[in-house]
């Protein structure tokens, strides 16, 4: 069937399909959340979720959870 006359939804269907052939499962879900807008204003949020860290602190938080093992 040509993309022309498929409705959306059968589009859409055939879409996916294709992704899980040629890339699995999982392959097709994460190229799909590429695509995902997210909601929210990030910029707000990261600045309560850092607010009175300091650079070397977060560097810090960040070599923990890479090597959670490594004692600081």
């Not at 993309?3 to 040629?22: D, F, H, Y």
């Amino acid at each position: 069937m040509r993309a022309k006359m498929m409705t959306p939804s059968q589009l859409q269907a055939r879409g996916i399909k294709a992704l899980v052939r040629e890339l699995g499962v999982t392959g097709m879900v994460r190229f799909l959340q590429q695509f995902e807008t997210g909601a929210g204003d990030y910029t707000r949020e990261r600045h309560k979720w850092l607010k009175g860290m300091s650079v070397e602190k977060i560097v810090a938080e960040i070599k923990k959870l890479k090597h959670p093992s490594r004692k600081r």
